[in-house]
């Protein structure tokens, strides 16, 4: 979805005179909503009319964030204009006059309706409809013949007094702007009927008049899709009349089979999922693989909305038939281009990272990226989480965000749900360490070791299954638990007994949510340069263990140093295999002492 930059209003007399009228209109509905509120009595029953507050909020939005002196008459649904024809709309604008003869060139004849309209005081105007030129013939020919259009048709009639460069020119006094009831405004059937009649007591006629309008929308959803993520998605869908779970009326698959087999010419179907998902009520969705291809979808789902409103202001919208959609969506040289794109291991994947800004957390965000995937990196400092993403690259993104605060936790997978869809990886992998004998250590520095290395975990973990669960499609669980789980080193129990929590945690879950396809993995690694493990930090473990640093990095079976970007790889095929759940693959040169039985 596009995000809609709003212009700001103009400081000019003008618009301080347009602002003044705006705010006597605000004042109306804000009386409105005090009257309707009023009664706090539960034994009162209140009855809230909100249509013409919402229709003048609507007109005076409209006039604010016009960049151009406007003026404007909204219906908050279709037929819900109180005149009998578009010419006593429009005397409602200020600066708008109409005129009572029957023609402008016979004022010797009177007319109920009016015959054309005047902008401050000045005629010549020029009409649109949905901002395409209109007109009808007669005097003077670039406006419409007001009585042509009935009033049920409108859900907004917009005037400009001073048309800027970008209208259809050929309006010199102005342009007035009709704006129909289109496709997609509302979520559900619409039907307006107007009756109205005249009677001539001079000639005893009688002229009856009937018009209507009646909209409806039909639900499609497409076969295969996946569910979109997030809190009453799944029942906005269904109060809408959609099912988010099957989707009905468009076979894919049987529409290749069907076209397919009408020749010779070999074809690789294409991926059925949709790209598109429209929802009444909530909008429209654009699905990829990637999030820059789901960002073309929704720039040619735009697109085909304005088509279809084009076509269906000036006549009907019909869709080409399934025999000639085939032969351009299957064009050979697309499928040449296509067969050559061969999709990375994690293409389409969504891995969220803690910790993400730090050593180990950065690593995996660059080589999951490289792999695919798009990386939601996450850090106590945002700053450093944003740097993370740029250089992880694939569109990945950094958030800011203290996960030892369940709300703020919640939000940072709330976003990745917003601009990706979805999360399918969690790499739970922040943590930190402090130091001390454990009989002398004191109580507010052990909880607080507990919220970061184990509390911390289950959150992530909690929100990830939340998600993965919504999605019905998997998904993988990844913990940093350290060799200390099960190797604890002299004066750190207060990082080693949460980390050992941990590992048993993701075993856990190994066990409670592998039926819905949720993998639970770990990794045990030890001495990591890192945020975690400083030069101070193994200057002081060196020491307790008697030992120079160099030897204490490479104090291993291979006698090297073990780096981040080795944990990093280990978490990568710990995400790629996919029969594999409730591991501890160890990441520290070996270690016989810290080996899993």
């Known amino acids: 979805m596009k995000t809609i930059e709003t212009k700001r209003f103009r400081m000019t007399a003008l618009a301080l005179a347009a602002a003044q009228v705006a705010m ?10 005090t009257d309707a509120t009023a009664t706090t009595d539960p034994g009162v029953t209140t009855v809230v009319v909100s249509g013409q507050r919402k229709a003048l909020e609507t007109a005076q939005r409209i006039k604010q964030e016009a960049e151009q002196v406007v003026d404007s008459v909204v219906a908050d649904e279709a037929g819900k204009l109180p005149d009998k024809s578009i010419t006593e709309v429009l005397q409602r604008v200020a600066g708008v006059t109409i005129d009572r003869n029957r023609s402008r060139g016979d004022p010797e004849h009177f007319s109920v309706e009016g015959s054309g309209i005047s902008v401050r005081g000045l005629t010549w105007g020029s009409s649109t409809l949905n901002g395409r030129e209109a007109f009808s013939a007669g005097y003077p020919g670039r406006e419409l013949s007001w009585g042509d259009v009935p009033p049920e048709l409108m859900s907004a009639v917009i005037v400009h007094k001073n048309p800027p460069a970008e209208l259809i020119e050929g309006g010199v006094s102005g342009q007035v702007d009709l704006r129909t009831a289109l496709p997609f405004d509302y979520k559900d059937g619409k039907v307006a009927l107007s009756v109205n009649g005249n009677y001539n007591a001079l000639g005893s006629k009688k002229s009856p008049g009937i018009s209507g309008l009646a909209h409806f929308f039909e639900h499609m959803m497409f076969r295969g899709t996946k569910k979109v993520p997030g809190e009453g998605f799944t029942q906005v869908i269904a109060k809408n009349g959609g099912d988010s779970n099957a989707f009905t009326f468009y076979d894919y698959t049987a529409y290749f089979e069907t076209n397919d087999a009408l020749d010779d010419v070999k074809r690789t179907m294409l991926d059925p999922m949709p790209r598109l998902t429209l929802v009444p009520g909530l909008g429209m969705f654009g699905h990829g693989r990637t999030l820059k291809d789901a960002k073309i979808a929704s720039d040619v789902g735009e697109m085909w909305i304005e088509a279809v409103r084009g076509a269906e202001a000036v006549g009907n919208f019909h869709p080409l038939s399934k025999a000639d959609l085939f032969p351009l969506e299957y064009w050979s040289l697309e499928q040449a281009k296509l067969a050559s794109n061969k999709p990375k291991p994690l293409t389409g994947q969504v891995v969220l990272i803690t910790g993400g800004a730090g050593a180990i957390g950065a690593a995996t965000a660059k080589l999951f990226a490289a792999n695919g995937a798009h990386a939601v990196v996450v850090d106590l400092d945002a700053a450093k989480a944003a740097e993370a993403a740029k250089q992880a690259g694939n569109n990945s993104i950094g958030v800011g965000a203290d996960i030892t605060d369940p709300k703020q936790m919640r939000a940072a997978f709330d976003k990745a749900v917003a601009i990706y869809g979805g999360v399918d990886i969690l790499v739970s992998n922040a943590g930190a360490a402090w130091e001390g004998r454990i009989g002398e250590l004191d109580d507010a520095l052990l909880r607080k070791s507990f919220e970061l290395n184990f509390f ?20 993988v669980l990844l913990f940093n638990t350290s060799k200390q789980a099960v190797n604890p080193g002299p004066k750190f129990g207060a990082y080693g007994i949460p980390k050992a929590a941990t590992l048993f945690l993701s075993r856990q879950y190994a066990l409670d949510y592998g039926a819905h396809g949720i993998r639970s993995n770990a990794v045990n690694a030890d001495r990591i340069r890192s945020g975690l493990l400083t030069d101070a930090m193994i200057a002081s473990r060196s020491g307790a263990r008697g030992v120079s640093e160099k030897e204490y990095m490479s104090g291993n079976l291979l006698g090297q140093e073990v780096t981040a970007e080795d944990v990093a790889q280990a978490f990568l095929h710990q995400a790629l295999a996919d029969r594999t759940t409730a591991d501890v693959t160890t990441v520290d040169g070996g270690n016989i002492a810290a080996a899993m039985r």
């Open 24 to 33: 006597l209109y605000s004042y109306a509905a804000q009386a409105q909503t």
């Open 456 to 475: 911390a975990h289950q959150s992530a973990a909690q929100n990830a299954v939340r998600v993965m669960l919504e999605q019905g499609t998997g998904g």
